[in-house]
T-cell receptor, first 111, second 114 residues
Framework: KQEVTQIPAALSVPEGENLVLNCSFTDSAIYNLQWFRQDPGKGLTSLLLIQSSQREQTSGRLNASLDKSSGRSTLYIAASQPGDSATYLCAVTGGGNKLTFGTGTQLKVEL | NAGVTQTPKFQVLKTGQSMTLQCAQDMNHNSMYWYRQDPGMGLRLIYYSASEGTTDKGEVPNGYNVSRLNKREFSLRLESAAPSQTSVYFC?????????????FGPGTRLTVL
């Protein structure tokens, strides 16, 4: 059974700092990996989708990498801002074409 | 273009009551999904519909039923609510099932069962 782990569970950084969020998965037979952002009391917003054949994807200040063979992905956020404060979730699509989610990293960017 | 919409936003039920959560998408997507989110558990798939007219069980289907009313709408029904079903429910859609396809989520329904 696929398991997705995100470390750390919570992170607090000062504004302007670059940061990395980690995601690991136990079964490397995935089709893609997706990073989401969730604001308190809100739904999930898709940030980046990386296909299994890709190594990374970029959107603005966000860069996501994927190392399928080692079962790892990172989400790099450059020049963090208070508006980046949210919970970040990663999810993988594997056998059965279903998403398996991690439990998220709660990020707080302080002024 | 509203994306994925869900109603209601909040609901309180008593044990044994029934209710239906509604979901609609306007992106002409073929596949739709229902998830629940619980603290420390992440999101778990309840049911999904690969295309209009089909539905399949996900990871935690017990206590729920679904209907894919048409291509736009996918409803989730609790026939006899239990406190264990207190959760936040999310509907999602994608162009088609699985590989390579980005899922888009609705704002959620916060359900409390007393």
């Amino acid at each position: 059974k696929q398991e997705v782990t995100q470390i750390p569970a919570a992170l607090s950084v000062p504004e302007g700092e670059n940061l990395v969020l980690n995601c690991s998965f136990t079964d490397s037979a995935i089709y893609n990996l997706q990073w989401f952002r969730q604001d308190p009391g809100k739904g999930l917003t898709s940030l980046l989708l990386i296909q299994s054949s890709q190594r990374e994807q970029t959107s603005g200040r966000l860069n996501a990498s994927l190392d399928k063979s080692s079962g790892r992905s990172t989400l790099y956020i450059a020049a963090s801002q208070p508006g980046d404060s949210a919970t970040y979730l990663c999810a993988v699509t594997g056998g059965g074409n279903k998403l398996t989610f991690g439990t998220g990293t709660q990020l707080k960017v302080e002024l | 273009n509203a994306g994925v919409t869900q109603t209601p936003k909040f609901q309180v039920l008593k044990t044994g009551q029934s209710m239906t959560l509604q979901c609609a998408q306007d992106m002409n997507h073929n596949s739709m999904y229902w998830y629940r989110q619980d603290p420390g558990m992440g999101l778990r798939l309840i049911y999904y519909s690969a295309s209009e007219g089909t539905t399949d069980k996900g990871e935690v289907p017990n206590g729920y039923n679904v209907s894919r009313l048409n291509k736009r709408e996918f409803s989730l029904r609790l026939e006899s609510a239990a406190p264990s079903q207190t959760s936040v429910y999310f509907c999602a859609s994608s162009e088609r099932l699985g590989r390579g396809n980005e899922q888009f989520f609705g704002p959620g329904t916060r359900l409390t069962v007393l």
